[in-house]
């Protein structure tokens, strides 16, 4: 997976910060990177079925439209606990419902 250097609007001091200081994720080491452009099939489940696009499925917990984030994390907790094979089915069903 590719990783596009992202950051601060570039000239930005200590003294008046703004948007923010420096750039991370220069894999590359590019210089004076200001812009990315990204492309692909950004489309949320279940939109995503009918392109063809399973992209984000299941809906990651930390979204705020994910609606069974609690009782997955819950099951999530409880398997990390005491991880017992039967316990799968039920976070893999909260997950996919989400």
Known sequence: AAEAAWGAFPGHTYT?????????????????TEKNVSRGPFYPFPRGVLHASLRLLPRPPW???????????????????????????????SALRG
Do not use: K
């Not at 008046?16 to 004076?32: E, R």
């Not at 979204?63 to 893999?92: D, K, M, S």
């Open 16 to 32: 008046d910060v703004q948007s923010g200081i420096g750039v991370v994720h220069n894999t590359f080491l590019l210089d004076s």
């Open 63 to 93: 979204l705020v439209t994910n609606r069974t984030a609690r009782t997955t994390a819950e099951r999530i907790t409880r398997f990390t606990i005491a991880p017992r094979l039967r316990q799968l089915p039920g976070i893999f069903i």
